[in-house]
């Protein structure tokens, strides 16, 4: 069982960055490829970055590419999204997830292990 704990979320004025936080405990980390996903009021949770178990293979959804940034800290059983130039549309609750898997994955299905979630406010 692994526990995913994020934190970093907050309100932010258009054009601000956030760097969220995902700390993992209970497993073996670097087993796990990593994600980010988002929730809107309303709409479903869609995929907003993914990272393999070593960092080597990152990918984005279009809608953040150039904005965000995903890495990871396999000592500290972290990984992180570094958001910067946030838009309103960005405003959702943030989720980390794990998946036992080697590659990327872009399928909130396909995640074993997620967070509780940490709320990221983008004001106009």
Same mark, same amino acid.
């Given at each position: 069982?692994?526990?995913?704990?994020?934190?970093?979320? #907050?309100?932010?004025?258009?054009?601000?960055?956030? =760097? +969220?936080?995902c700390?993992? &405990? #209970? #497993?073996? !980390?670097? %087993?796990?490829?990593?994600?980010?996903? =988002?929730?809107?009021?309303?709409?479903?949770?869609?995929?907003?970055?993914?990272?393999?178990? %070593?960092?080597? +293979?990152? @990918?984005?959804?279009? &809608?953040?590419? /150039?904005? !965000?940034?995903?890495?990871?800290?396999?000592a500290?059983?972290?990984?992180? +999204?570094?958001?910067?130039?946030?838009?309103?549309?960005?405003?959702?609750? *943030?989720?980390?997830?794990?998946?036992?898997?080697?590659?990327? %994955? *872009?399928?909130?299905?396909?995640? @074993?292990?997620?967070?509780? /979630?940490?709320?990221?406010?983008? %004001?106009?």
């Open positions: 069982q692994v526990l995913l704990v994020e934190s970093g979320g #907050g309100l932010v004025q258009a054009g601000g960055s956030l =760097r +969220l936080s700390a993992a &405990s #209970g #497993g073996t !980390f670097r %087993s796990y490829a990593m994600g980010w996903f =988002r929730q809107a009021p309303g709409k479903e949770r869609q995929f907003v970055a993914t990272i393999t178990w %070593s960092g080597a +293979l990152t @990918d984005y959804a279009d &809608s953040v590419k /150039g904005r !965000f940034t995903i890495s990871r800290d396999n500290k059983n972290t990984v992180y +999204l570094q958001m910067n130039s946030l838009k309103p549309e960005d405003t959702a609750v *943030y989720y980390c997830a794990a998946h036992a898997g080697a590659g990327v %994955s *872009y399928d909130r299905h396909e995640y @074993d292990y997620w967070g509780q /979630g940490t709320q990221v406010t983008v %004001s106009s």
